[in-house]
């Protein structure tokens, strides 16, 4: 069920942008955040935090979280990664830089726009005690362009997509 603005109020957050060098990404990531949760009607949890570390914020956002949770500071922390090429400047500087798709970089990047946010908790000690590292998903929810996907039960995941499946050796 989803969380209301008391228990957001809660959670830390640990929202993840782009590179403080990159054109184009918002000034004040501290603005951001706190626009983002006057939007949604929430205090900011004091341990909120902004990750400008670009495409390994994510990676240090989950550092981070699991610090926070192993220590005991909190129960869960929302992770949030947003970022967004569609600026004239930071569009002219990848442009500059060789790096978006074009008949002459089929590796390029496409630009536009995107969001996500990742809830983790805490397991309780005895749950941690046989697999200190595990990972359980109760629902999935994904938006690709104007289509929504809600997944429930992992079996509905097609078999390609399966962790299990995933680097295995054909």
Known sequence: ?????????????????????????????????????????????????????????????????????????????????????????????LEDKGLLLTSENASGLIPGEAAAALLLAALDQQAQAPAPSAVSTRRLHMVFDSAAFTLTDPDAIPAQSRPDAINRKP
């Open 1 to 93: 069920s989803p969380l209301n603005a008391d228990q957001l109020s809660n959670i830390p957050w640990l929202l993840c942008t782009p590179e403080a060098t990159r054109l184009g990404r918002p000034e004040d990531d501290r603005a951001l955040l706190t626009r983002i949760a006057q939007r949604l009607g929430v205090k900011l949890h004091p341990a909120s935090a902004e990750l400008p570390h670009g495409r390994t914020a994510a990676f240090v956002a989950l550092m981070a979280a699991q610090t926070m949770l192993s220590e005991g500071h909190c129960k869960q922390v929302l992770l949030v990664a947003t970022d967004s090429l569609l600026d004239a400047d930071g569009l002219a500087d």
